[in-house]
């Protein structure tokens, strides 16, 4: 059997976007404080007994969250080509963070994109 270990990693930051072509009260500039559920799988642990260190992925979420952090999503890119929507933010975190985090033993899982306390969507790639 295979050893998997999973680590969380959650985060948040406050944004603004519009959703063009929304039918609705989100097709008008509002915002959200996002949180970012970030899970890292490791397959083998260091020589100290760690995956991967919690700070570690915190530092790579925080590098990438940073750009979005207190604006207004629509002028980055890819929102200012894409809407803003938690589908297509989530799977832009997986990629960013894919390329910041992903090595030998350890890959990012999934990303979770909660746009309220009870509203979140999930992004993750099959293998």
């Known amino acids: 059997m295979n050893a998997k270990y999973t680590i969380k ?4 930051f406050a944004a603004a976007h519009i959703l063009h072509g929304y039918p609705g009260p989100c097709s008008q500039l509002h915002g959200h404080n996002w949180k970012i559920e970030t899970m890292v799988v490791a397959r083998k642990l260091d020589a100290i007994g760690m995956g991967v260190d919690f700070k570690d992925v915190k530092a ?3 590098k990438v969250t940073d750009v979005l952090d207190h604006r207004f999503l629509n002028e980055i890119p890819p929102f200012d080509t894409i ?10 975190l997986y990629k960013e963070l894919s390329n910041e985090l992903n090595a030998e033993h350890v890959k990012v899982d999934s990303i979770t994109v909660w746009e309220t306390e009870r509203a979140c969507v999930t992004y993750s790639e099959d293998e």
């Open 83 to 92: 809407n803003p929507t938690a589908e297509n933010l989530s799977a832009y």
């Open 9 to 12: 990693v959650v985060i948040d």
């Open 60 to 62: 790579a979420v925080k």
